[in-house]
């Protein structure tokens, strides 16, 4: 079992940053993917950034937000640059392990980042 311990969320006006951080326990080697996911009130989760052979972006968050990882301590960062009031939403983490034949899947307990003047 894995563990996913977030930080970095908080309230901040339009236009303003944060920065979001994320480690995980366990063996590294086995990391396939890491990324991060947000929910907002009454939306489905979605993609917001994520990192493994490639680096994927919503097309929401592309230009503004920089996804980085420390790949020896099993870290993850978003770097959330120019935000926007529709960037609200609980801010996930996520961790992808090959685990024997098969992909795990883990989430962190999520941040919430407020965009709000």
């Known amino acids: 079992q894995r563990q996913l311990v977030e930080s970095g969320g908080g309230l901040v006006q339009p236009g303003g940053s944060l920065r979001l951080s994320c480690a995980a326990s366990?063996?590294?080697?086995?990391?396939?993917?890491m990324g991060w996911y947000r929910q907002a009130p009454g939306k489905q989760r979605e993609m917001v950034a994520t990192s493994a052979i490639s680096t994927v972006y919503a097309d929401s968050v592309k230009g503004r937000f920089t996804i980085s990882r420390d790949i020896a301590n099993g870290a993850v960062f978003l770097q959330m640059n120019s935000l926007k009031p529709e960037d609200t939403a609980v801010y996930y983490c996520h961790l992808r392990v090959r685990a024997s034949s098969r992909y795990e899947d883990y989430w962190g307990q999520g941040t919430q980042v407020t965009v709000s003047s």
């Open positions: 366990g063996n590294i080697f086995s990391i396939v993917a």
